[in-house]
């Protein structure tokens, strides 16, 4: 049972939404244990490792010998900025499904953010298994990096060679609709998803916040959906990234949503300390999920870039 949170505060306009500084939330309460703090901290170091790896690299999966062009891949196809923000949302969403035993699955929708979803399907030794050939182990590792956006490997999106992926992500912007979609007469299943800000702006993302005026509480699951602001899409700044944040509030209250709000630091260890208030805001969502689960709730959160 989750305790000591609060129900969520107004945010007021001053308070800008930055990736920088401190992290603050609009759910306050209890952090994690530290040592369990230090092992999910380590884990989501491990992944945003696995992230950059993809990304850029070809050979020398671990730098075990200085960096060198040749190691570099020759073209680069592949969002960092919703990697960090998805990883931290999995894995803390992960952790409350095995506390918790729950049905529940999470739909990645920013474009070309697949190195986020397949991070962790390789640390829980999902990919391995589907594919042996990217066993976990120095020559496994190096195959998965090289063939992130290669050519002869996979995509950037979470293609359907990604275990479990039933939505490819990107700018077409189904995100939202095939998150509701899949709890539709599934009154057990909760799914968790995430939204580029990018992604956001297409006309099929912007329609579909409405879905939730279709759930049904007693024989449809909830949707907990995740805008995830790094300000940015493929080459411009994002408009929900730039509009003021009583603005950006008024707007999901509109839509019917309860929006709870946290920002995370830049991406850095020393942020290890500051990391409770986000997730206790998720955590605050997955218990009113529980109680309401026809009414989804709403979290911001800008990634550190």
């Known amino acids: 049972m989750i305790t000591a949170a609060k129900a969520p505060t107004t945010v007021y306009e001053d308070e800008s939404l930055s990736a920088y500084g401190p992290a603050r939330a609009t759910i306050q309460g209890t952090p994690l244990a530290p040592d369990e703090l230090?092992?999910?901290d380590a884990y989501w170091q491990a992944s945003l490792y696995l992230c950059l790896g993809m990304l850029y690299l070809r050979n020398n999966p671990l730098l075990r010998e200085p960096l060198t062009l040749e190691h570099?891949?020759?073209?680069?196809?592949g969002h960092w900025g919703s990697d960090a923000g998805q990883c931290f949302t999995y894995i803390h969403f992960n952790r409350l499904i095995n506390k918790y035993d729950l049905n529940a699955i999470y739909i990645s929708g920013p474009g070309h953010g697949a190195p986020a979803v397949l991070s962790q399907a390789y640390l829980e030794g999902t990919y391995s298994e589907?594919?042996?050939d990217m066993r976990e182990d120095l020559?496994?590792?190096?195959?998965?990096?090289k063939q992130f956006s290669f050519p002869g490997g996979i995509g950037s999106h979470a293609t359907p060679e990604t275990p479990g992926s039933i939505h490819e992500g990107g700018e077409l912007g189904y995100s939202i609709s095939h998150a509701f979609g899949s709890v539709f007469d599934h009154p057990d299943l909760i799914t968790l998803v995430m939204v580029g800000d990018g992604e956001a702006e297409t006309g099929p993302l912007a329609t579909s916040w409405h879905s939730n005026k279709f759930l049904n509480p007693i024989t449809d699951g909830a949707v907990l959906p995740v805008l995830h602001l790094n300000g940015y899409k493929i080459n411009n700044p994002t408009i929900l990234a730039r509009i003021s944040h009583a603005?950006?509030?008024a707007l999901f209250v509109g839509y019917g949503y309860?929006?709870?709000?946290?920002w995370r630091a830049a991406i850095q260890r020393a942020c290890i300390r500051r990391w409770p208030p986000p997730w206790n805001t998720v955590s605050w969502r997955f218990a009113s999920s529980r109680?309401?689960?026809?009414?989804?709730v709403r979290l911001t959160a800008p990634a550190g870039r």
Request: aromatic share 10%; no cysteine.
């Open 258 to 262: 309860i929006p709870l709000t946290s």
């Open 72 to 77: 570099i891949k020759p073209r680069l196809l």
């Open 38 to 40: 230090r092992k999910t």
């Open 247 to 249: 603005e950006l509030e």
């Open 130 to 132: 589907m594919y042996p």
């Open 291 to 296: 109680k309401r689960p026809g009414r989804p």
């Open 139 to 145: 020559v496994g590792m190096q195959r998965f990096f």
